[in-house]
């Protein structure tokens, strides 16, 4: 399995822009395709953005199309989400996750994913 380590998180106002990374351990990177998730207090996890294997493929929640973008370097084994024009519902611990079976490509469940970070925190002030 992919170790994966998520940073870049924090305070910001309104309208703010933040940008998240997610570093991978080992030399399988190119081999997961990965999602970012989004836990606010109380509430369940829920899906926020997907890339593919390659990078040239994405999909992302009706929440945040428009203001938030994933890609991935794989030369860096890292994967990012910068998220522009911030709202305060975005508050949330943000995961990043693994995806290895090509079969379950468009997912949004986070049970499909392999293996997930600990976690960054995203504070959004009004």
Do not use: H
């Amino acid at each position: 399995q992919v170790q994966l380590v998520e940073s870049g998180g924090g305070l910001v106002q309104t309208g703010g822009s933040l940008r998240l990374s997610c570093a991978a351990s080992g030399r399988t990177f190119s081999t997961y395709a990965m999602g970012w998730f989004r836990q606010a207090p109380g509430k369940e996890r829920e899906f926020v953005a997907a890339i593919s294997w390659s990078g040239g493929s994405t999909y992302y929640a009706d929440s945040v199309k428009g203001r938030f973008t994933i890609s991935r370097d794989v030369a860096k084994n890292t994967v990012y989400l910068q998220m522009n024009s911030l709202k305060p519902e975005d508050t949330a611990v943000y995961y990043c996750a693994a995806l290895k079976q090509t079969s379950r490509w468009g997912t949004k469940k986070f049970a499909d994913f392999d293996s997930w970070g600990q976690g960054t925190q995203v504070t959004v002030s009004s």
